[in-house]
């Protein structure tokens, strides 16, 4: 019943990113928008996880601006570090791109991931938010990752991972993420932290809740 129900959320989640995802230069934000959801377990901070969707909407109307409907562009922040997936006409798109990205207030790394080559199709786009959906429902189901820790992007088939994990979790991920149907690459945009960072990470107790007592009946 729990993988049932596991396997339906990210079904849903991946159906949300489709019909959010797939005109010609939309961010992906559903992923972001989901995370922001879900603060509490995420690994950056709250600001950061803020200040990263906004990246992504500043990004994504710049180049919107600059280059219309002639270029297919995702932008993805994680931790303020923003990875460019998509397609562009020519040489000198991509690094325009690039540069409105990285002039985007807050963005302090550009990882510039961008083809030269014609639009993909719906039905690619399509195809690569499944996958997606697979990759994130096969964290959810695994026993030894977080799946909370990872942020996934599909751009024609290859799988680009995103997150604050330390090595023996980019390996795993890694692995999992290759074993899903339809993944022809795996791509790995992670930052690394020790073993002992993320137990003291996991340490750190929850914000204390205070409440005013109510007035006792005497009074």
């Keep these: 019943m729990k993988l049932t129900m596991?396997?339906?959320?990210?079904?849903?989640?991946?159906?949300?990113?489709?019909?959010?995802?797939?005109?010609?230069c939309a961010p992906l934000v559903v992923?972001?928008?989901?995370?922001?959801?879900?603060?509490a377990s995420d690994r950056r901070t709250t600001g950061t996880q803020v200040e990263d969707e906004g990246i992504e909407l500043?990004?994504?109307?710049?180049?919107?601006?600059?280059?219309?409907?002639?270029?297919?562009?995702?932008?993805?922040?994680?931790?303020?570090?923003?990875?460019?997936?998509?397609?562009?006409?020519?040489?000198?798109?991509?690094a325009t791109?690039?540069?409105?990205?990285?002039?985007?207030?807050?963005?302090?790394?550009?990882v510039?991931?961008?083809?030269?080559?014609?639009?993909s199709s719906l039905g690619q786009r399509s195809n690569d938010v499944l996958i997606t959906g697979k990759v994130r429902a096969s964290f959810v189901d695994a026993k030894d990752v977080?799946?909370?820790?990872y942020k996934v992007v599909t751009e024609r088939n290859v799988v680009y991972l995103m997150g604050l994990v330390?090595?023996?979790?980019?390996?795993?991920?890694?692995?999992?993420?290759?074993?899903?149907?339809?993944?022809?690459?795996?791509v790995r945009v992670f930052e690394m932290i020790t073993?002992?960072?993320l137990r003291r990470n996991s340490m750190q107790p929850p914000p204390t809740v205070t409440t005013d007592s109510p007035p006792s009946k005497g009074n």
């Design 97 to 110: 791109v690039e540069q409105i990205v990285a002039g985007v207030s807050s963005v302090r790394a550009v």
């Design 195 to 197: 073993e002992d960072d």
């Design 58 to 94: 500043r990004a994504a109307n710049r180049i919107r601006e600059v280059l219309g409907d002639r270029a297919h562009v995702n932008v993805t922040s994680f931790n303020r570090q923003a990875l460019l997936t998509g397609e562009v006409s020519t040489a000198q798109d991509r």
């Design 31 to 39: 992923g972001g928008a989901v995370m922001g959801g879900m603060m």
């Design 146 to 149: 977080f799946a909370s820790a």
């Design 6 to 24: 596991n396997r339906t959320a990210c079904t849903l989640l991946a159906a949300a990113a489709l019909a959010a995802g797939l005109s010609a």
């Design 166 to 186: 330390t090595p023996r979790e980019a390996t795993r991920a890694t692995e999992i993420a290759r074993g899903v149907g339809g993944v022809s690459k795996v």
């Design 112 to 119: 510039n991931d961008l083809a030269v080559m014609p639009n």
